[in-house]
């Protein structure tokens, strides 16, 4: 991967790879995946090739392909490929290619691939090949490609239409369809899902010009799931072919085809079609480069200024995959592990949402952060069901959550175990339950941030005091210790099955049912219509005599020997092994070559932190003291297998004061996608590690915190960074902050008064806000 | 395609590339599949490249992937790729590849490929790969793999295993099913269809060595319906790296499992699988080898002495691919149209079977024949139903077949219409109906051929008599000429649908009712058991009664002007265009890039023979002056666009004296799929004209027809063929042929009398038989 392709305007810009590699397929179609948070779309290139994988992802889609299966995003046709020949022979850039360069744009959200390539006799021809999927039109994907003859006359043959014989490694979703192509020349294809009924409508059409003249007579092919229409030509020496392929993307469950009879939809997606044939590549390209332009770059206004370029790259590429990965344009839809960028994780949303993606949007677009919360309110209805069949009250969020009213959708068996030759039973989906209060967590993020009463009001109370009534279900009373435990669980630390208080998960709980009291109170004070509807919903009261009988004695592990606080019950009596082989593993899952899963639960090794999250969000929780002295004991065990490990480690390093370690973590934070493993990312983007990168610049280096509903912000930039530049949202008002090594200065754009603390001491302001970071710390 | 590769022992047992060809990856697929009857797997090569087809079907094992769809045979899990890596490089025969053969052996049923590759650090290594399925024991599939390192020391890196992401063109045909790898050493995949509810056993095994040192821990992967055991090491130069694979295949469709439970079957097939792998690939192939020497070569003895070697190839290639794709082990099973080469026409079974391919079998393998016409027998239940909801009486055959008590197979929608831009809607499965009389017309011929009255009571009778009664009850009485007619159908030719009396078809009728009239009189005169059974179960006086009635005012279409007997009502009439384009053709269906099938139906143009298949079936209804006006009328409207045409026309060219062309069109035939036209064989297999290409050499050229149920010889060999050796079985006797220009010898091994017909004179023998041809043709 190359970053620092960019010159001029596009600096600091431009993802690319500069040579082909067919070992870094599956990264680079990942790395530099397309997407509108309505569908992404894997930067496969035109001409297919051994390895790669062609993936459209439409958000939200959700089905089974049967009934012993989970419902995941299912693999919608591909409309990239194309198959082309020159004087017959099938273009292959692996061999005699020439200046290959495969780049995106992250300004402008374009795939621009070229390269010169040679036939086997000798025959030059030089191609490019562009690619978005529009902003402006969500439904949109727009392809562009060029072919010059530079050496001699040649035949080219172009077949391109869509492919709906595509799969989810084997798993089909749709049915056969149908198939129709208009006049010569609008492509229509319909099909629809298995068992979710979503009917999915492809429409696509070619303008192709061969030296200027438009080839309108295709020979067209229809097979089993399957459209093609074929363009050839010869062209002369000097000559240029030219091929424009607009395709719209829409679905019954589209909002706006909301009681829709499928042909009237069909239509609808035809005619739309229609219009983008009308308008072309480069006037569709000009609006879609204009919403990024508008609703992304002005919007966030990040900058960094830092000797080290990759960092303002590593920032924008975050910023460019938290808006093509994320769903805003409908609230019944999450954020997939993955994104819309591969087939890992099925497409179904974790914690990894609420922890490592939502406090972006919390503070940089709340609209956008609202929509993902009612996501999870509409998720109560799966949640209730899931707590039901497990035997509790309340609301018990899935691990894996899908459609919102779906419930459980974690798969119950993974990868191979070594020892016994089975698959390893999978036991998140019934026992990682830490999930239920991460989801009322970030509601009171949420609150705190945007002061968003409304949202409370509708949406934000029910599931913090329904979540809470999980937790007083959950809750088993210790005759012993009198304490309430939480038995039999998985924490953060997914290496470790079946512990029993793990510190994360007790702690949380415990935050959720004190939130709920508190809301409860307010609530019942202020003697509104809201809590007279969620008295009657939830049974408050009772609620609230449970509350306050557990609240004060549930287990919360405590500092010991040397202030190590137990991550559970059994976790330091594990006997310690060398872990310098995993700690430096180039790829995941090194440790599973060596033990299986239940030998991994004897020894002290972590996936990921555990206790560190916990510093990070209660940390008002926790001394100074405590965070060292666990950072220590628990890093040198934590081999960062998730990608969600090392963003957290960073900005609890920054916290503790170690800021060439918290760079360094950044770095290696950012390269989980843009780095140099290979095979990374070959099933999607981590999007938790993406959320986490601009978590380790706004949360850590620049050291924003809500604490008590308060805005704090102690910054501590790297020492290479000369500026940090940045706008977040407070209690409905857009602040713009510059950093530097010691200053600090924020703009109020609406001059409404802001009170926040740095460094300990309290500033009030309505315009700007000036501080000198050396005097604020004390230094000097 | 070579076919001179062959030397010494293998001289014309050689189909080969001597190039490696991305162009011909599904031709040599197809052309070089291997298949025992009971799988067919198609000969992609290990590592994987852009447009191949890698397919593995067990005949028998049909499925709907869903309801809207038809029971297609599915593609089972792929055992037969590899990811090959040379220091990290993937293996990729398109470049810097050196000496590469791929080649089959059609004595052994062996495929080898070998070549030299180059990494691109220019580092040599040497690989040959074998590859047979057992016709031995039918459930193996053996695999052997070496490389060596020839320039420099080189790491490998092969992964191999059982993959099940596979489906038939997107269609997905199985759950997920469980994986299970024991002793890190026997990997296990069982998957089950998920409609027909058959369960598919897949196990592997592999033994590895590298410089002769056993590799026995590999690395272990299993994903969504893959399993995958990975061996890696070190060669030094002069090493070798050798990997056998051996797989079995069973499903509990198999006879031999039948009321055993699933976990009864797995135990089976594994310990099958230690069996296999305590022998080895060399002692497994030996066996193999020795099964084909005795099944197959000595059995047929077929043998032509030709001015080209071609010749001998073709017919070798011919009972190849006989063998290969006839499920001769279990009479519920049927030929499917591309075999078990290609998921082309889904499996079914087509009136192919029965004129084009059962011939072989009556004449050179009875007990085949017997077993693929048990096979229509046990259809009857399928044919009834048919006939049932078509309104009609009696048995009414499919026009496809798959299991046989499905009914119709036939798909209802086709290519793409170029006028409407929809797909063409398919009627062959309403319409297509001489299917009927042909099943029917195939028991006449096999009991003829081998006077086995006991199929006959069992089972041909009712064939015969059911059909006769579909037959009537679909006639159609026409008061103005007051005649029968069967209006609306498909003949062979189906470029003309919905046609009024197609010759062929109510020729065929009428001989279909003929014959079950004589056969209910020689049964209620025998007054057998046979009869009474029969009466009761078809009602067989009043079908009489009904057969009576029509049996003379069948409307049989009669020679008109110039002798031309019209093909329809309306053939005659349509306009007539210059197909000099389409009788050149050098790849299938160009016909309609330029025409729909409606606008072909105003036409004087016909995809197959129609006339000439009825003049070669029943050749003594039509005098030598009609066949030839006929031939000569209908032949240049012909494009030969089916493969069931050219065989039949170079039978007629033969029989009507034109030996020289009867020759061009039996080449023609054999290059159907021998031939240069490189996506001809793509979707599978011409098994028709595999079929056809036995019966020129053995109806045409040597003359063989049974007429009334004598045997009849007229050889006429092409001027260039010095001898033809061949057997066929007569009335249960085994008789050896051999044929010069002059001369016919014919040894009777049994002593049992023979009587045979000889240009016109008849012979009687018990011994040997030779007879000089120029005196029989009244030459000299």
Sequence with gaps: MKYDLGTGEEKNWIVAESSFSSSLLGKAEAVMSLGNGYMGLRSAAEEPYVGEVRNLFVAGTFNKSDAQEVSELPNAADVTRMNIFIDGERLDASVRTEDYVRALNLKTAELIRSFIWTTSAGKQVALKFRRFVSLDNLHVIAMKMELEALSDNVDVSVESGVNA???????????????????KKYVEMVTRTVESKIDFMFHTVHHVTLAGVELNQPFMRMDRRLIMLSYQGTLMKGQKFSLEKLTTVH???????????????????????????????????ARHARAWEQRVWKLYQLNIESQDDFDILAARFALYHLTAMTPAHDERMGIAAKGLSG?????HSFWDTEMFILPFFIYSNPEVARSLLIYRYLGLEGARKKARSNGYEGAMYPWEAAWPSDGEMAQEWGRVDIVTGKQTKIWTGFIEQHITADVAFAVWQYYM????????DDYGYEIILDTARFWTSRLEWDEVSGQYCI?????????????????????????????????????????????????????????????????????????????????????LTKRIIDLTKYKNQTHVNTIFEDYSLEQLSDIQVSKQTDLMILFYWLEDRFTNDVKIANYNYYEPKTIHDSSLSLSTHAILANDLGDRSLAYRLFRQACEIDLGPEMKSSDLGMHTASIGGIWQVIVMGFAGIRMLH????????????????????????????????????????????????????????????????????????
Tied chains: 1, 2.
């Design 251 to 285: 679905t019954s469950r589209d909002k706006e085809f909301k009681g829709m009879t499928l042909q009237e939809m069909r239509d609808c997606a035809l005619s739309s079609l229609k219009q983008c044939a009308a308008e072309g590549y480069e006037k569709l390209f």
């Design 343 to 347: 087939e890992g994780y099925q497409g």
């Design 449 to 456: 941030v945007t002061a968003d009463q409304a949202f409370m």
């Design 165 to 183: 014989q595509v799969s989810n490694s084997g798993a089909q979703h749709f049915f056969e369809g149908e198939k129709r192509i208009y006049d």
């Design 709 to 780: 509903g308060e805005l704090r912000i102690n910054p501590e930039l790297p020492e290479h960074w000369n500026k940090l530049e940045f706008m977040i949202n407070w209690q409905g008002q857009r602040l713009e902050l510059e950093i530097t090594a010691d200053q600090l200065v924020v703009k109020a754009t609406e001059q409404v008064p802001v009170k926040l603390d740095v460094y300990g001491k309290e500033y009030c302001f309505d315009d700007v806000l000036t501080v000198s970071l050396t005097e604020a710390r004390g230094e000097d």
């Design 487 to 571: 038995n039999d669980v998985i924490g953060p630390d997914e290496y470790k099955e079946h512990v029993d208080n793990n510190a994360f998960t007790n702690y949380f709980a415990h935050f959720n049912i004190q939130l709920a009291m508190e809301y409860y109170s307010n609530l019942k004070e202020s003697d509104s219509d809201v809590f007279h509807r969620l008295n009657e919903l939830l049974d408050l009261e009772h609620a609230m005599e449970a509350w306050m009988k557990c609240i004060d004695k549930i287990y919360l592990p405590q500092p010991g020997e040397g202030l190590v606080i137990p991550q559970d019950d059994t976790y």
